[in-house]
């Protein structure tokens, strides 16, 4: 009894878990109140860039300011129009992220704002509940659903979940997006109404429609387009030779949003009826605060996950390239609870969800914007148009509007020279790029970054079950490609495809050349895992390097094993090894096996289902090729040995002091494969082969 208790004592003593826990507990208390500190210096980043903020680098930041809260004005009257919430809306969505930015980013060139891909989620969302709530109070429930789920990946570090939305499916997102809400313009632009919904059911209705198109509205619509196209030109043509013309093209939108403003107002001030429709824009000043329903919310958190990714990826996407472009690093954690802090605010205001834009990202940018603090001018001037500036854009044309629109959303599309990219490098990625371009324009947004996703993940967990390892054995062991000759020990990327003359003509995979690497003995096979052993592929590792060495080498009739005898009706298995040699043109090896390398240098990870697997390969091995075959380690990490020591399996190392019942740990593959041989285990072998 004494001595079980004793176990049983020295088991939770020796219990690594119990151990991290009872570390953590004794270490926090201590480390609580500096890491608290720090913690609150890291969510806002303004106590330390402050105190080295120069006087100098006023100016800048102001003329950065004031071009990004110009540049908003029509972009924030676009992006609510494709949101389907009133025009005016977009411009109260402007202010808070510029004031925000302020204290909490960590960047100084993203600009956040309303984006035309959440403009069109938000829609969707929309239009699934607008004969419940207003347009206004849905698009305020999801701002405020991305804040709270942006500001929980934020304090809880789970921003590495995005990753499995690849560059391949926000590619087809984007570019499906970007014609969907293109397309959703076009009949503003010409002066048609009541067109289906679809992109390709309003192309086809809209080019049907071709006579019904309204004259002036085209002339406002199409001028507005050639206007943005000519501004475009010159910017890239005489940009680089005066900031002036580079300021003008950037600001291209403004531009012809004043032109065309200030035309419909001359032709319409004096109409009772309107020569084209106008956006009728009124604002009164900052909304009083008005905090989203808690049964709205409910309706919306699953929902609003879609405009989450869009929002994140693309705000994480352009914080880094800017930052790398610009030499100095963003803290992506940090820029989770900005954004979650700034949708949260927002949302108080009847606004849209935001997010960083790449368009007015390149423009602050190109403002040599020298800190943040640029977003104390865009968050002024913004507040002075709700006030002050707002009455004039009652006259704006829905045509120009649309143009903007078009225009912007244009450049979103990605090449076909990257289609054609991806499905040269990686079919899979391809399939997800065009399950994102076309479940997004036949179904939904949402449906369709779900679905690409969806199938990333899916793709990935297969790649992981269908791992398994590589043989390496003698070069005359084998000619089917069964068994391989091994490479350099530290170099597996020089490959070469060879077929041997003397085997048949069939698939054997690659062949790793033989360059340097060390040779083998005819009784040596060297296992070499690809990945880490884990639930998906641990089966799969067991039986493929079984049965890749039950090909080559004979079986030994064991007789520490005698339920093999009782057995003897299973043929299957033996059936299947002789179709595999007789297919392979595979001939037995007369020597036994007597050493089996396993090679974990490309094994970050194994975990319970693993150990067990290699476990029963152990045993496999010894009970159908000898019980005296020894297993033999190379290359494992220090936390997968500690993971082998945690399910008792007795390891040794090779220069240390051995014991007879462990599995020996090489240091190097050389050693592990010409290490003398147990003279026992021979012995062993002898006795079973006689």
């Known amino acids: 009894m004494e001595r079980h208790a004793a176990a049983v004592k020295e088991e939770f003593r020796t219990d690594v878990t119990l151990n991290r826990v009872a570390k953590f507990a004794r270490t926090v208390p201590g480390k ?154 076009v009949d503003s632009l010409v002066g048609l109404d009541d067109v289906p919904d679809g992109a390709f059911n309003q192309l086809g209705n809209i080019l049907k429609r071709l006579p019904y198109w309204d004259g002036p509205t085209c002339g406002i619509g199409f001028g507005t387009v050639v206007v943005l196209l000519i501004l475009e030109k010159i910017g890239k043509k005489w940009g680089n030779k005066h900031f002036a013309i580079r300021y003008m093209s ?98 108080f205001f009847g606004v849209m969800p935001v997010g960083g834009a790449i368009s007015r990202t390149a423009v602050n940018s190109e403002c040599h914007v020298r800190s943040p603090l640029n977003g104390a001018v865009t968050a002024g001037f913004i507040i002075l148009t709700l006030y002050v500036f707002s009455p004039a854009l009652y006259w704006l044309p829905s045509s120009t509007l649309a143009a903007i629109i078009i225009m912007a959303v244009i450049h979103l599309f990605g090449p076909l020279s990257l289609i054609w990219r991806y499905w040269r490098i990686s079919l899979a990625d391809f399939i997800a790029c065009m399950v994102a371009f076309w479940v997004t324009i036949f179904v939904s947004a949402e449906i369709g970054i779900g679905a690409a996703a969806g199938w990333s993940v899916a793709w990935t967990l297969l790649r992981s079950a269908f791992v398994t390892p590589t043989i390496h054995a003698s070069r005359t062991a084998d000619t089917s490609g069964t068994l391989q000759p091994l490479a350099r020990v530290f170099s597996t990327t020089t490959t070469l495809t060879q077929q041997p003359q003397s085997s048949p003509q069939q698939n054997t995979g690659s062949m790793t050349e033989n360059a340097g690497g060390p040779a083998i003995p005819d009784d040596t096979v060297v296992v070499r895992f690809g990945d880490s052993l884990f639930f998906p592929n641990a089966n799969r590792n067991k039986v493929e390097a079984l049965e890749a060495v039950q090909l080559v080498y004979p079986s030994v009739q064991n007789p520490h094993y005698s339920a093999e005898a009782e057995r003897s009706w299973s043929v299957a298995a033996e059936r299947r090894l002789e179709r595999l040699r007789a297919q392979r043109g595979i001939a037995m090896r007369q020597m036994p096996l007597a050493v089996v390398v396993w090679d974990f240098g490309m094994v970050p990870f194994v975990d319970a289902t693993g150990i067990t697997a290699l476990a029963e390969l152990k045993d496999d091995i010894r009970r159908q090729l000898g019980f005296g075959v020894q297993i033999r380690f190379v290359g494992m990490t220090p936390s997968v040995r500690r993971r082998f020591a945690r399910a008792s399996w007795k390891l040794a190392d090779a220069d240390g002091l051995l014991d007879g019942g462990a599995d020996i740990v090489y240091p190097s593959l050389e050693r592990a494969i010409w290490d003398e041989r147990d003279h026992d285990s021979l012995k062993g072998v002898t006795t079973e082969k006689s």
């Open 250 to 347: 950037s600001s291209r939108a403004i531009i012809v949003m004043v032109i065309f403003t200030l035309i419909s107002y001359l032709v319409n001030k004096d109409r009772e009826e309107y020569l084209w429709s106008i956006s009728e824009v009124s604002t009164h000043g900052i909304q009083t605060p008005k905090a989203p329903g808690a049964v709205l919310l409910s309706k919306v958190i699953a929902r609003s996950i879609a405009p989450l990714v869009a929002c994140t990826l693309e705000h994480q996407a352009v914080g880094k390239a800017f930052a790398r472009r610009n030499h100095y690093a963003i803290d992506q954690t940090q820029e989770f609870n900005y954004l979650g802090v700034t949708n949260i605010v927002n949302s």
């Open 32 to 185: 609580f109140p500096s890491a608290s500190r720090q913690y609150l210096l890291d969510k806002l980043p303004i106590i330390q860039w402050l105190p080295r903020y120069s006087p100098s680098w006023l100016i800048q930041d102001f003329m950065a300011g004031l071009t990004i809260g110009v540049l908003l004005i029509p972009q924030g009257l676009a992006y609510a129009k494709i949101a389907t919430i009133p025009i005016e809306n977009g411009l109260y969505s402007c202010w808070v992220p510029a004031a925000v930015m302020v204290f909490m980013g960590t960047s100084k060139d993203l600009s956040t704002g309303p984006t035309s891909i959440l403009g069109l989620l938000t829609a969707e969302i929309i239009r699934d509940l607008k004969n419940e709530y207003t347009p206004t109070d849905i698009s305020s429930a999801v701002a405020m659903m991305v804040g709270i789920w942006s500001l929980l990946i934020g304090l809880l570090g789970l921003g590495f979940l995005l990753d499995y939305v690849s560059i391949p499916v926000l590619t087809g997102f984007i570019s499906a997006t970007a014609f969907v809400i293109g397309m959703g313009q």
